[in-house]
């Protein structure tokens, strides 16, 4: 086998330059004003301080902002150089400043970050939100490091624009595996329930996950962006926080995750990416999910622990 040909079990979603020639004409640009039935169920393939400029007002009720963390990375055709936590800041300040006339009142926001980003990211979101809680989420994928811990977990803020705000904690729940199970005095199972693959309970969501699988090579979720975000976690957030028919709203869409599970659970999404190739993925896994609304980890209604038996088989 050759070093260009895949393994068999690899499902990572590719792109030919036929299919960007394909989808490159669905993507869309902005110049002047956009209406909301313009951007859609749209991918923007622009930079993100522009595109702002011409996006409607009071449109989004979830905003999802997955930035370039405070580090030197490639993403595509876009560089990051890391900064002070003081440029950091004001590098995303000058973004929330722009779109937070878009949001509207009841709109709730989410922001990712990792340790080095965080404290800027807690600097700004304060000055303009309501800031509910930081979600940690244990991020398993990596190299070790020999003179530092690890870093093993990243960062997701939750805020919202007002005291008046939808959050469903009933929808997102995760399904456990029950360690000690305690049975009443008629021997029927308390809070629990029993499977034929063992014992599981429905718990309330925390702030901390760590039921969360980093896409991999073969995920079909998976593609060649070098940070993505995971379908299921995606799933918590606009399951918890949007309703059907709600638009969901992320300024650096990336390969399409986020507009991918929105359309998944019946919202609305639009998104914005600079990076033509990515922007175009996001097109492909669009027309994937019109007839695949599978999203790993969340099935029967609930979100399952990593690595549960009924998701090995």
Not at 88 to 110: P, Q
Not at 133 to 156: P, V
Request: proline content about 4%; aromatic content about 12%; glycine content about 6%.
């Amino acid at each position: 086998m050759s070093k260009t040909t895949p393994a068999a079990r690899n499902r990572t979603i590719t792109i030919s330059d036929k299919e960007i020639a394909k989808f490159s004409k669905q993507l869309i640009t902005l110049n002047t004003k956009a209406s909301v039935s313009k951007i859609k169920n749209k991918t923007i393939n622009q930079d993100v301080f522009t595109a702002i400029d011409f996006l409607p007002n009071k449109f989004i009720d979830l905003l999802f902002i997955d930035p370039p963390y405070n580090m030197n990375k490639t993403f595509g055709v876009a560089k990051f150089k890391e900064s002070s936590i003081e440029k950091y800041a004001d590098w995303l300040d000058g973004l929330i400043a722009k779109l937070e006339r878009t949001l509207k009142d009841t709109a709730s926001i989410y922001v990712c970050g990792d340790w080095k980003s965080s404290t800027s990211i807690h600097l700004v979101l304060i000055k303009y939100f309501k800031v509910r809680n930081r979600i940690t989420w244990e991020r398993e994928k990596g190299r070790g490091a020999k003179s530092n811990w690890k870093s093993n977990s990243e960062d997701i803020w939750f805020c919202t624009k007002s005291d008046d705000y939808y959050f469903d904690a009933e929808l997102v729940k995760l399904k456990r595996k029950v360690v000690a199970p305690y049975r009443t005095g008629e021997g029927e199972p308390k809070d629990w329930e029993e499977t034929v693959d063992g014992a599981f309970r429905l718990t309330f969501p925390s702030n901390l996950w760590n039921d969360i699988s980093i896409p991999f090579w073969s995920m079909p979720e998976n593609t060649e962006h070098p940070t993505q975000k995971p379908e299921k976690l995606l799933a918590k957030l606009i399951l918890a926080s949007s309703k059907k028919g709600d638009m969901v709203f992320d300024p650096f869409l990336g390969s399409g995750t986020t507009s991918v599970v929105a359309k998944k659970l019946g919202r609305k999404y639009s998104g914005i990416e600079i990076d033509k190739k990515f922007a175009c993925v996001a097109e492909k896994r669009l027309e994937l999910a019109g007839t695949d609304k599978k999203i790993q980890g969340y099935k029967d209604g609930v979100f399952w622990e990593r690595n549960t038996i009924k998701f090995m088989k």
